[in-house]
């Protein structure tokens, strides 16, 4: 509805269909590139249960004394990273509201930008061999690129305060810093949270692929397996990740909503 | 004064705190915390112990290797094929799922759950997780790539446009159907209608994220300019590997900017 | 009644950054203990005036002088201190809402205890009776310990008053007071602010923007318009008259707060 508002009425054929038009020849361009064929395709079904049927019946052997070990690296690491950045990052976030600190605002937001640009994986690359192979290299690359993002959704969240009971508490000859105290932190510190324990359910996944390049948990795991084809211990892997995922998911979820009620 | 001292016996205590409460998330949180710490070997010192070496591997990363540039330019078309198959394909199989999962449109409970559950699972795995999949079944290249993003799209699609859907203005969508429309009109003309807007958003929010993600598959084996990288990280060519992650940050930021513009103007 | 509740400004005006006008050369003197109600049209300066009292706003021009101190342009020590015996009461209530209704009346010791107290929470019985006989005064100490976004908007209101009485005051500014608020409540709140005044004699400046209440509450009535000083008189003396020099055009019901609860 908005959409159509906004966007200026074509002659003859509308814009949607221009853009439908333009995206299925982008696609089509695109499928031929890769040599995605329409047999590819469809060969893939029957290709997929192929492979799936390696995967039965899952290795829980395996599963108990490889994967739930790495498993709970994994669940380490993002919680120590998540715990670091959720420290960092609240003042930072009160740094980098326009609406407080107009001046060292801009300052804030830039560096949280650039910490948020790097995917993980990508400052697990550098952490790996500054700091050795393992998990401290994980944490460190979930820390940082979290601090990034708590500190933009924290400031954003202090940026949609009322800022009349702040300016009550200077009236009252409170320092900016009391204003902080009992003015801001109380208003923020819910949805605060609760952006720490989101970022944790998404720490918890990307700690899982950290293993990838050596940086600990259980994405290592899985490429081993996959890689020597051992479809069973493969299977544990994934059973076992989507268990924990879930419960983590459940578990967060449930004290978030709580939170913000 | 009198009334002052009515009021004094009025006092009302303050209410006990919860101390369970507060005992059990302080010691729930420290628990974790101490756990994790000496789980992942959280040590400052050996921080500290292999601080030369970073700086020996942080000083020979720069400067980039500006020479290799040319080779990257094909892996990182590729790369933005891959985002770009992914999405279109799991943006339009989101659509149904997405349907289905939405409370008020769903045609039964049965199916609703079933669909909700399986949507639920979908997020659960990461996106290399799916990458590492489709690269054993199907082998590796960029097809296996453009499958673990399709499926990576379809997650966050119909997750967030089973949000929108709930939540539209049912008076058109009952309209319809008590003109007699069938189910299916009534989504194409009730329903869908509504949240369009929000499905372009979210699609083109895909995008990024499928963009960001298909710098990265290759780690795996699954296509794209991350085969480069994991060839040149395993060799240890730093400078090639700053050059491969500031190309890879620039092109991310370059679709981001786009696609947020275009999002801007949407909702 | 002493000196330090005496305010007197001379030649003050407040330009603002974007060349709006807020005041233009006031002259003005309150005398300890007075009850004074300003009136004047949305965007005469009332808000203006009132803060340039405790330095919210800073004057552009003049000098303003609380209790013989002339009050600091920039925010600091100073300053805070000033603003210590100065209490202030919003039309917005600005509380708290997600603290209990004792610690936003606490808020008013902040600057009557060591920094480190007030930053820990860690208040000092003698201030904590400061604010239970703050809500005793205000009638609301048996919601001390409820949510104070739980309250109705008279109850916050009060909140605003017992966080101003616990600073002890010399001066309260009330801007706008209960122009939130329905017209039952509304005269509630101006009964306590002239209580308030009357039994602790502190200094009360307060803005309205309807007539009658004004008539009817203030002893001393002080007109603004475009930023001047266009009246200065006893409650009493006040005439149709004044009120059309001040609103420049004739009072309607808009400008009275009991035809609207007529109507
Ligand atoms: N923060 C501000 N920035 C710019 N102009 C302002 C600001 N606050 C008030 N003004 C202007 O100053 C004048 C007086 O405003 P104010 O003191 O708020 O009046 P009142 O309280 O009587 O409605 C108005 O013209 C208003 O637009
Ligand atoms: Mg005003």
């Known amino acids: 509805m908005t959409a159509r508002s906004t966007l200026p009425p074509a002659a003859g054929m509308g814009w949607a269909t221009q853009v439908t038009l333009f995206i299925a020849v982008l696609f089509l361009v695109c499928a031929w590139a890769i040599d995605l064929t329409p047999a590819a395709l469809a060969n893939l079904p029957r290709q997929m249960v192929t492979v799936l049927s390696f995967f039965y019946p899952a290795d829980m052997e395996y599963g108990a004394t490889r994967v739930w070990p790495a498993l709970l690296e994994s669940i380490q690491i993002a919680w120590m990273g998540t715990i670091v950045a959720a420290m960092l990052s609240l003042p930072l976030a009160l740094l980098g509201a326009r609406t407080l600190f107009p001046r060292i605002a801009r300052l804030v937001k830039l560096i949280s930008a650039t910490a948020r640009a790097f995917p993980e994986i990508l400052l697990a690359i550098y952490f790996v061999p500054i700091v050795g192979l393992g998990a401290f290299a994980g944490a460190l690359a979930i820390g940082i690129s979290s601090v990034g993002m708590l500190t933009k959704l924290g400031s954003e969240v202090v940026e949609s305060i009322d800022m009349g009971p702040v300016e009550a508490v200077q009236a009252a000859g409170g320092s900016r810093l009391l204003a902080l105290r009992y003015a801001v932190v109380p208003q923020v510190m819910p949805e605060i949270v609760a952006h720490w324990l989101f970022r944790f359910e998404l720490n918890i996944r990307a700690s899982a692929v950290l293993g990838v390049v050596g940086a600990g948990g259980v994405g290592g795991v899985l490429l081993n397996t996959l890689r020597y084809r051992h479809f069973e211990k493969a299977a544990a892997v994934l059973l076992l990740t989507i268990l924990v995922v879930l419960i983590i998911d459940m578990v967060s979820g449930g004290t978030r909503r709580r939170l913000l009620r | 004064m009198s009334e002052a001292i009515d009021a004094a016996t009025t006092r009302p205590l303050r209410p006990a705190r919860n101390w369970v409460l507060i005992i059990g998330a302080l010691g729930m949180v420290s628990l974790m915390t101490w756990w994790s710490a000496r789980g992942i070997g959280f040590s400052i010192i050996e921080l500290a112990c292999n601080l030369p070496g970073g700086r020996r591997l942080l000083v020979e990363s720069w400067p980039p290797d500006w020479s290799f540039f040319p080779r990257l330019l094909g892996p990182l078309l590729e790369t933005l094929q891959i985002a770009v198959i992914g999405t279109v394909i799991g943006g339009i199989l989101a659509i149904p799922i997405a349907v289905l999962a939405a409370r008020n449109l769903t045609p039964g409970f049965l199916v609703w759950f079933v669909d909700r559950n399986f949507m639920n699972i979908l997020r659960t795995l990461p996106d290399l997780f799916w990458a590492m999949l489709f690269a054993a079944a199907v082998g590796f290249g960029p097809v296996a790539g453009a499958l673990a993003l399709t499926v990576f799209t379809i997650a966050v699609i119909s997750k967030l446009w089973s949000e929108s859907l709930e939540a539209i203005d049912m008076a058109v969508p009952e309209a319809v159907r008590a003109a007699g429309g069938s189910w299916l009109a009534m989504l194409q003309f009730g329903a869908i209608p509504q949240a369009l807007p929000h499905y372009v958003s979210y699609t083109l929010y895909a995008f990024e994220l499928n963009v960001r993600a298909s710098m990265i598959l290759g780690l795996v084996g699954a296509g794209g300019i991350g085969m480069v990288l994991e060839t040149q990280r395993s060799t240890f060519e730093y400078p090639r590997v700053t050059l491969i992650v500031l190309s890879v940050l620039v092109l991310v930021l370059i679709i981001e900017q786009i696609s947020e513009s275009i999002r801007r103007r949407l909702i | ?263």
């Open chain 3, 1 to 263: 009644m002493n000196d330090k509740a005496a305010i007197r400004f001379k030649g003050a005006g407040v330009v603002y950054p974007n060349g709006a006008v807020g005041l233009a050369g006031i002259d003005l003197e309150i005398k300890p203990g007075e009850f004074v109600v300003v009136v004047g049209s949305s965007g005469a300066g009332k808000s203006t005036l009132l803060r340039s009292v405790n330095g919210l706003t800073p004057l552009t021009d003049g000098t303003i002088t609380v209790g013989g101190q002339p009050v600091p342009k920039k925010e600091g020590r100073e300053l805070r201190r000033l603003r210590a015996g100065v209490g202030m009461i919003f039309q917005d209530f600005r509380i708290t809402r997600r603290l209990t209704v004792m610690t936003n009346v606490l808020v008013g010791r902040v600057a009557h205890v060591p920094g480190w107290r007030a930053m820990f929470n860690l208040w000092p019985a003698a201030d904590r009776e400061i604010a239970f006989k703050a809500l005793e005064r205000v009638g609301i100490a048996d919601k001390a310990w409820v949510r104070a976004g739980d309250l109705s908007g008279g109850q916050q209101q009060r909140v605003g008053i017992a966080r101003a009485l616990a600073q002890e005051p010399a001066i309260i500014l009330a801007d706008e007071p209960v122009a939130s608020l329905d017209p039952v409540t509304t005269h509630q709140i101006m009964r306590d602010l002239v209580r308030i005044n009357e039994e602790l004699g502190i200094t009360t400046v307060v803005n309205l923007h309807f007539l009658d209440l004004a008539r009817r509450y203030g002893q001393r009535i002080i007109g603004l318009r475009g930023g001047e000083l266009v009246y200065d008189g006893t409650a009493n003396s006040v005439t149709q008259e004044d009120f059309k020099n001040i609103y420049g055009r004739d009072p309607d019901a808009g400008d009275v707060l009991d035809e609207r609860e007529a109507s």
